[in-house]
């Protein structure tokens, strides 16, 4: 049995692509483009508090590189 693999920036175009000519194949959101995501995601949980976004963007970003398997 194989199993695809497919590394993306995160567009929901491409991703959609991917699923139509590589259906079933495990798609993964590359570390450049997830902490991109991360550094869109903070502002939006903390709202007036760069501090706090910076602090939680490391540690989100300390487990992408250094976590089990890079799970959030």
Not at 1 to 20: F, H, P, S, Y
């Amino acid at each position: 049995m194989e199993i695809g693999l497919q590394m993306r920036d995160g567009a929901v175009w491409i991703w959609n692509i991917g699923e139509r000519h590589f259906p079933g194949a495990v798609q993964i959101v590359d570390l450049y483009h997830a902490c991109e995501h991360l550094w869109n995601l903070a502002p939006k949980l903390y709202p007036n508090d760069a501090a706090r976004q910076k602090r939680w963007v490391m540690a989100a970003q300390d487990k992408l590189d250094n976590g089990p398997g890079g799970l959030l």
